[in-house]
């Protein structure tokens, strides 16, 4: 009854751009904070970014300055613009959201299915 679905990944070459989307969809009540994440092949699962509901964000060291979070709670989506990309940014991001849905009366963590992210030298 509720998924995220992300979307934006893909190919660009070093010092490119991408944004990615995810949106929640389904019998959501509400949405605290909603993140992103990264796994790069046989490592794993790393914060990228994070945003409450009301705006504020926390980034990994790797990212700051080039990365940004956004949401549009109108639209229960977050995003990432990422800007400067380089090779070691090649991985699967994951959208994460802390939700509660309309048929159950506590937040629980909701993982998108990752998109691929692939940046060439």
Known sequence: ???????????????GSLRLSCAASGRIFSINDMGW???APGKQR???A?????????????????????????????YLQMDSLTPEDTAVYYCRADLRS?????????????TQVT???
């Open 102 to 114: 309309t048929t159950w009366p506590t937040f629980y963590r909701y993982w998108g299915q990752g």
């Open 119 to 121: 940046v060439s030298s």
């Open 50 to 78: 994070t945003i409450t509901s009301g705006g504020s964000t926390n980034y990994a060291d790797s990212v700051k300055g080039r990365f940004t979070i956004s949401r549009d709670n109108a639209k229960n989506t977050v």
């Open 37 to 39: 994440y990264h796994q």
């Open 46 to 48: 790393e914060l990228v």
């Open 1 to 15: 009854q509720v998924q995220l679905v992300e979307s934006g990944g893909g190919l660009v070459q070093a010092g």
